[in-house]
């Protein structure tokens, strides 16, 4: 069967109408101030000290490559890194130490927000927020589109570029099978420095406002992720402005999904033609794929057919040819013996004449 171009289109104006006559999940939002009882994790970035501990049990539990560099080379903060497919959740060095004064550290991953921006903007739901906390992605719903990405404020997601077939895109996901067995999320549990914190979220934000009403000289007067864009599973402490930390200082506390409401709104188009579009490009995509692999079992299978049956000829005749050959042997031997018996027979008229 041939997948037209007309097929194609209708497919699209399909996909096109069903979401026309679906409310969009980002107009209709409504604020969620989180389920009750959730987890998260608490950085005080004044008690980092760089080691990447975090980083290394981060690879191990997921399955990642290796450290480019040792954990212990300096080098690796000359420059900003972002979490990739290879690493989900990289240390930043934001201020270098200068005689008594420290360096500032921060770890850099998925925020796990309370209302995730990611899966607002993600027309096939690819992202749910879970219960406890953490942020989800299912694979198989997927098209690739990538919205994602650019809807996350803090530059937490990745994509897995170079695998052609199957790409995903990839982040922290907080240790979420570890926290279904009872266990705390990996960085949580290596680091040696007692900077990362894991707990029910209530209790975090209790546990870091107790520290700076006992050291306010140490930090800045604020929980970075307690109600940034929404709120955040995450939450920071710091002793330097957030800013110089790559964090949204000032940063709105209506969540992003709700910010974009009124966009979304006079932009139908986008909402309805082109998640659509994208939707029937996936479709035609896959499609040729599997009309390509269909093709070409036909194809092996014609050939393999067309092979067995001249296989057969050729058998039939070398059979035919050996039957032909069988039979002059026994002409010529039978032909051999009686000229041999004709030539005996002279031979021996001649020693006996009558």
Request: glycine residues 6%; aromatic residues 8%; charged residues 25%.
């Amino acid at each position: 069967m041939i997948f037209s171009r007309r097929r194609f289109l209708g497919g699209v104006a399909a996909g096109a109408g069903a979401l026309v006559a679906t409310p969009a999940q980002g107009a209709s939002h409504l604020h969620f101030a989180g389920h009750p009882g959730r987890i998260g994790l608490l950085h005080d970035t004044t008690l980092c000290v760089g080691c990447r501990s975090c980083e290394v049990a981060c690879k191990q539990v997921n399955s990642l490559p290796p450290l480019v560099r040792p954990a212990d080379d300096k080098s690796v903060f000359d420059k900003k890194r972002r979490p990739s497919d290879k690493s989900y959740t990289v240390v930043n060095r934001y201020r270098a130490g200068a005689g008594k004064t420290p360096a500032v550290y921060r770890k850099h991953q998925c925020m796990h927000c309370n209302e995730p921006c990611c899966a607002s903007v993600c027309f096939v739901k690819a992202f749910s927020k879970t219960p406890e906390g953490p942020v989800l992605y299912d694979p198989s719903v997927c098209v690739g589109c990538r919205y994602c990405m650019t809807a996350c404020p803090y530059n937490a997601l990745s994509y897995e570029y170079d695998k052609l077939w199957d790409p995903r895109v990839v982040r922290c996901t907080m240790c979420y099978p570890r926290i279904k067995q009872g266990k705390a999320p990996a960085c949580s549990t290596v680091c040696p420095m007692g900077a990362i914190t894991y707990g029910r979220r209530d209790e975090l934000l209790q546990v870091a406002r107790n520290r700076i009403d006992r050291r306010p000289n140490r930090y800045v007067n604020h929980i970075f992720g307690e109600h940034e864009f929404g709120g955040t599973s995450w939450l920071f402490l710091s002793g330097v402005p957030f800013k110089e930390l790559d964090l949204h200082e000032g940063a709105s506390h209506t969540p992003l999904p709700e910010l974009s409401k009124s966009f979304l709104s006079v932009v139908p188009l986008v909402l309805t033609i082109w998640p659509g579009l994208l939707l029937g490009i996936y479709a035609f995509s896959k499609r040729k794929e599997k009309l390509s692999q269909a093709e070409l079992e036909q194809t092996v299978a014609r050939v393999l057919a067309e092979a067995d049956e001249q296989t057969k000829k050729k058998l039939a005749a070398a059979a035919q040819r050996a039957g032909k050959d069988k039979e002059r042997a026994v002409a010529l031997a039978v032909k051999k013996a009686l000229a041999e018996a004709e030539a005996t027979a002279k031979e021996a008229d001649k020693e006996d004449p009558k």
